[in-house]
Structure formats: structure tokens, C-alpha cells
């Protein structure tokens, strides 16, 4: 767990976990510089919790995913799950995570992502779930989207993802508002390139969203998939080039460093793959910004290179292929692009 100022909403998450029909092992908390009574909450709490708790002070401030990652790398059970200050958690959700990775059948799996109700300050359920396209799967190594990353309330992982591979360089996020190298971020990337990732689609968790919640996620009404794609332009695609590119070095730094039999080789497999997707972004943008030859050219090539289709991870797919193939016929339908 990481904190900082949460004291507001501290305590109901604590003894949701301290309520778990299976106990967690342990936990590590990290504070990040708290001026408010958490440091004070924790220690009422440690005095009678089920489980052993510490509190740890960072020397100086490292931010949300740095505090998080150096937490995860203090503890010592084999299977790590992050916990938010301000969630709570529902009483199953370590139980059913480790009932549905007994009952699996892939040996690989190195992190567990559910869903969970995105509630009020109150607690009161808003209507939403996150993910809301969550389902029962187990999805192999590179067998997501290099964009793609799970929310971390909703994530465990191994801890081997922490304890055996440094916490630099990492890759970074698309969003750069906050912190370009979340925690979350960083223990997806490291699972879809290492290993495989079970799913649930089952809500183990209430996602508390209010005024002083740290990320915009599911604050507000989610932007319609058609109007979002349509306002995405060169900029955007630009911008994720640079971030695939930044990911494939880390990945190539780390693949030299790698301490696990066989994870330096997947971690240059995910090198290549981010900077091939990079290479596809560029060209991309060229659907948004170029000329109408330019425009033409881009998708020929794109489809040619199978960007659209064929290399799983690196391609962009079907959807993305029929808006750039409008974009290159009715530019105008485009020319309001925002990003």
C-alpha cells in the first residue's frame, strides 16, 4: 500500500483487508511524506491487525508508482496485490484470485487482473464497473495490446516481477499528467512480455472515486469510442511513437540485466515489438497530417508491413484500419482531430 495525506478514507480500507476470508501474509506500507494522521492510523491498527504490518518512511519523496513499486519489493510472499488507501476491499478477493489461479492450468502466469465497482465517496455504487470489458481468459505472453496496462488496485503479481528485475529503467505511460512511470504500468508491461495474465471477471474491490483522488479515471462520463477515436490524430500517435520507442531501451537495458533463466530473451522479443510498433505509429500519422499521396501511402504500407494485421501486438487491428483507410479518403471528416 502506498500514502500519503489519506487518512480521510485509511482506515475502512485497512480493515477491509484485515476482514479477507483469506489472509494476506503481510503488510508494507509506504508513506510518501504524510502531514495528516495516517502514520497515527496505521499504528492503531497494527496494534490488533491479523497480520503483521509495517509502516515505512520514505527518506524522500518518490512519488505514486515509485512508492508503490519500492513497498512491493519489501515484502515476502510469493504473490504481491496493491492496495489504494482510499478502496476497499470486498471479503473474497484474495480467496477467489488465489482459488482461480490453483484451478488454472498455464504454469506461466505471472499476474491476476480483476474487475471492480467504481463507487462514491460514500460508497455508494455509481452504476460502473472497471474494467466493464473483463472476462475469464488467460492471456499469453505478448497477447495484449503494448498499450494496454491494468489498474493496479485491481492487480497480483509475483513477486519475482519486483524482487528479481530493478525498478529502473521501467516503461513509461502514455498519460504524462501525474507520473510517466506508474507502477501499474510497469507490472503489465512486465507481464504481457515475460509471461501470461489470468483474468476475472468478477468485482473483488470498490474503486472509491472523489475530490481528492489522485487519478481522473472514471471520474466522469467515459468519452463515446466512435468520438474518441475520431478527434485521435498525428499528435497522438506521435506522441505513443515516443513512448514505444522509450519502452523498447528499457526493455533492451533490462534484458541485459535480466536474473530469471529465459527472461532475457523475452525481454528482447518486447523490444522488438515496441520498437516495431513505434516504426508503425510514425507512419501513421501520416494518415492524419500528410498529403493526399502521403495519406494513400501510409495505410498501403501499414497494411503491406501488417501493421493492421498479423503481428499480434505490434498491429493495430481492424477497427484502426477502417478509420485510417476514412481518414485517407475523407480527410475533412477528420481535420477536428484534437490530439
Known amino acids: ?169 521501467r516503461v513509461p505511460t502514455v498519460f504524462t499528467d501525474i507520473d510517466p512511470y506508474p507502477h501499474d504500468v510497469w507490472i503489465s508491461a512486465l507481464a504481457n512480455v515475460l509471461g501470461s495474465t489470468l483474468h476475472l471477471a468478477k468485482d473483488l474491490c470498490l474503486y472509491r472515486r472523489h475530490d481528492r483522488s489522485l487519478t481522473e479515471t472514471a471520474k466522469g462520463p467515459a468519452q463515446a469510442p466512435l468520438e474518441a477515436m475520431r478527434v485521435t490524430g498525428a499528435s497522438h500517435y506521435r506522441h505513443v511513437a515516443s513512448v514505444c520507442s522509450e519502452a523498447a531501451a528499457c526493455f533492451e537495458v533490462q534484458a541485459g540485466q535480466a536474473a530469471q533463466a529465459g527472461w532475457s530473451a523475452r525481454m528482447e522479443d518486447g523490444a522488438v515489438a515496441y520498437r516495431r510498433l513505434a516504426a508503425a505509429l510514425e507512419l501513421r500519422a501520416r494518415v492524419y497530417d500528410g498529403a493526399a499521396v502521403a495519406r494513400f501511402g501510409a495505410v498501403g504500407r501499414l497494411a503491406a508491413g501488417r501493421g493492421y494485421f498479423g503481428l499480434g501486438a505490434s498491429s493495430f487491428g481492424l477497427r484502426a484500419f477502417a478509420k485510417d483507410l476514412s481518414a485517407a479518403f475523407l480527410p475533412s471528416a477528420f481535420a477536428g482531430a484534437q490530439r
Request: proline residues 5%; negative net charge.
Open 1 to 169: 500500500m502506498a500514502t500519503y495525506n489519506g487518512g480521510r478514507h485509511l482506515r475502512a480500507q485497512l480493515e477491509s483487508i484485515a476482514g479477507q476470508s483469506l489472509l494476506p501474509a503481510e503488510l508494507q506500507i509506504g508513506d510518501d511524506g504524510s502531514t495528516d494522521d495516517s502514520a497515527e492510523i496505521v499504528a492503531d491498527f497494527a496494534r490488533t491487525a491479523p497480520f503483521p504490518v509495517a509502516f515505512h518512511h520514505n527518506a524522500e519523496r518518490l512519488g505514486y508508482g515509485g512508492n508503490f513499486l519500492a513497498a512491493a519489493s519489501r515484502c515476502s510472499g510469493e504473490w504481491v496485490a496493491f492496495s489504494d488507501q482510499d478502496d476497499v476491499w470486498l471479503p473474497d478477493k484474495l480467496e477467489a484470485c488465489a482459488e482461480a489461479l490453483r484451478l488454472a492450468s498455464d504454469p506461466d502466469i505471472l499476474m491476476i487482473a480483476h474487475s471492480a465497482v467504481i463507487v462514491g465517496d460514500d460508497l455508494a455504487p455509481t452504476g460502473g464497473r472497471i474494467p466493464a470489458d473483463i472476462r475469464d481468459e488467460i492471456r499469453g505472453r505478448l497477447g495484449h495490446a503494448l498499450s494496454w496496462s491494468h489498474y493496479g488496485f485491481a492487480q497480483l503479481f509475483r513477486r519475482d516481477l519486483v524482487s528479481r528485475i530493478p525498478l529502473s529503467p
